[in-house]
């Protein structure tokens, strides 16, 4: 029997989960009617059909499909699958290599033509809808109504016209939203930093955009994108309307900013959306001009500071970027002053308390001291981490088979119950049926409680993954000894390590790095089994126990 998987997908054109389901019940009626057994369903939830990079659903039947675990993909389609004319040719020309032919209810088998043909109809559909869209918006904010997006100090009003439908881009102020805009506009004119009227609102209690802590940046923004508290024209009742457009990178699928000349930019006033006066919206002006004549031209506008801004793009990036975290606030522990670093939300926000800071150099020095402590050879983490897979796919055939085991006595636990159904029906009852059928409902329930609680099935670990982590060691040991190695260095560090912890000491200026990843648990686990001890067993799921009473 041919072996078949099916695809479905709903994005913002479909926005209903049933989609997905409908999806599904079209495709298995004529797997059915053509003698196919499913092996598989794949879907993409709200995920648009203009890429396939961000998709893991797509992402997953590829990988199984080169496996071999089904020779048809089956979908509604082929513009459920993806709308991008090179991603369709691609994902043909993969699935073809790997012996699967793709198959839509619409079209019938794709082939060549079909790529070629409905990839083309399909691309501009997209660039049609995206027109008519941004048409549609247009129109909405010449009238005064939001082009869309919510910014701080404004919620959206919900009414509906004489037919039931919605009214939409209607926005009403804020009040106390709007005393923290006044406040930030004031105390900016007035001489005091971003990063001081952060910390200041912080601490009044007062949660910013998203109901988050406040940052500098939140407040000062980007002057030429119109981002941050100060630049948000609307709240001096003027709405500013494409001022940049969104692309998205081919080569990642996310979505990229270009700021849009300002000629086409749709201005309109809004004065009933007016939170500050004109004076106080020129004064913060006339204060970012100030600042900008002190500092000087933007120097990344310059030649040499897009020359500098290639040059620090291929430059290896710091050895631990990325991998602080704050102990106390789990923020992000970042560079403060020159090869300095310090808690982020401590010193821009004042939403932490935690105000140690540490070089950089030291903090590398004792970060590399730990991991020659614990990675004391390639071969002794080779040994420990195939211990670890050893153990882990045993826990995993045990659930599998306890999982197996329950769902063969639900099964006749199921049909017992039946049984006395169909009795009572035919007029067979007896008083000792209800006694049984009780034990049996309490069976039931057990069961169903046990087989609710157990996890989604963990994948097996692959028996070559010791090899994988002494090939990670080996290659971080040649980076570390190599005065240019400091990117492989860096990215060989993160695929060991998940995160480091700095925590603040008792004594002054101490402060305590701990090391955590997937491969320290394993160390860990390896360790303990070595000892005799029971293990902690790091990033096993917990499953708790059920009562068995139909054992």
């Known amino acids: 029997m041919t072996r078949a998987a099916l695809y479905a997908r709903y994005s913002s054109d479909a926005q209903s989960k049933a989609s997905i389901e409908d999806q599904f019940r079209l495709c298995r009626e004529q797997a059915k009617r053509e003698r196919w057994r499913i092996t598989g369903a794949y879907e993409d939830a709200a995920i648009s059909g203009a890429s396939t990079i961000l998709r893991p659903g797509i992402q997953q039947l590829m990988r199984d499909a080169q496996r071999g675990e089904f020779k048809i993909v089956l979908a509604e389609a082929l513009d459920r ?32 033509l079909h790529v070629g043909l409905k990839g083309t ?35 959206v009003i919900k009414q509906f016209d004489g037919n039931g439908e919605p009214i939409r881009g209607d926005r009403e102020i804020i009040p106390e939203e709007a005393n923290t805009i006044r406040r930030i506009f004031r105390e900016f004119a007035s001489g005091k930093s971003p990063k001081a009227i952060a910390v200041d609102l912080n601490r009044d209690g007062l949660l910013g955009p998203l109901g988050r802590a406040w940052g500098d940046t939140s407040i000062r923004g980007h002057v030429s994108r119109g981002t941050g508290i100060i630049n948000n024209e609307l709240y001096a009742g003027v709405l500013v309307w494409n001022r940049q457009r969104f692309i998205k990178d081919p080569s990642t699928g996310k979505r990229v900013s270009r700021i849009n000349p300002e000629s086409q930019w749709i201005r309109t006033e809004v004065p009933h959306l007016k939170i500050i006066e004109y004076e106080l919206w020129n004064a913060v002006r006339a204060r970012q001009a100030q600042i900008s004549a002190l500092v000087g031209p933007n120097p990344a506008n310059t030649l040499e500071g897009r020359m500098k801004r290639v040059h620090l793009a291929n430059r290896p990036v710091r050895l631990l970027s990325g991998l602080l975290t704050c102990g106390c606030c789990g923020g992000k522990y970042g560079i403060v002053t020159p ?24 903090l590398e020095l004792r970060v590399l001291a730990g991991l020659k402590e614990k990675l004391v050879s390639s071969a002794a983490v080779a040994e420990a981490v195939k211990a670890y897979a050893e153990e882990m796919n045993r826990l995993n055939r045990d659930r599998r088979a306890q999982a197996e085991t329950d ?27 209800k006694t049984r059928m009780d034990d049996l409902e309490r069976q039931r329930a057990d069961i169903t409680a046990c087989l609710a609680q157990t996890p989604a099935d963990i994948p097996d670990v692959h028996p070559n993954i010791a090899n994988l982590y002494r090939l990670r060691v080996e290659r971080l040991t040649e980076a570390l000894t190599d005065p240019e190695g400091g990117r492989q260095a860096a990215e060989a560090l993160r695929s060991l390590i998940g995160e480091i912890v700095l925590t603040p000491g008792d004594r002054r200026g101490e402060v305590h790095a701990m090391l955590r990843g997937e491969l320290f648990g394993i160390l860990e686990f390896a360790r303990d089994e070595e000892a005799g001890r029971n293990s902690k067993r790091p990033f096993m799921p917990a499953v708790e126990a059920c009562p068995r009473n139909h054992r």
């Open 81 to 112: 699958i993806s709308r991008d004319q090179a991603d369709v040719a691609t994902l043909y020309k993969h699935l073809k290599f790997a012996g699967v032919t793709i198959v839509t209810l619409a079209e019938g088998e794709i082939s060549e």
């Open 407 to 433: 769902r063969k006595a639900l099964a006749k636990i199921e049909k017992s119950i039946a049984g006395i159904i169909a009795a009572i029906e035919d007029g067979l009852y007896q008083p000792s049926m």
């Open 121 to 155: 109809m399909n691309a501009l559909f997209l660039k049609d809808l995206a027109m008519k869209t941004h048409r549609g918006l247009r129109g909405r904010v010449e009238k005064g109504k939001a082009g869309g997006g919510l910014c701080f100090g404004y919620k």
């Open 339 to 362: 090869n300095r670093y310090a808690c982020l939300n401590h010193h821009r926000r004042g939403a932490c308390d935690n105000g140690r800071s540490i070089t950089g150099d030291k």
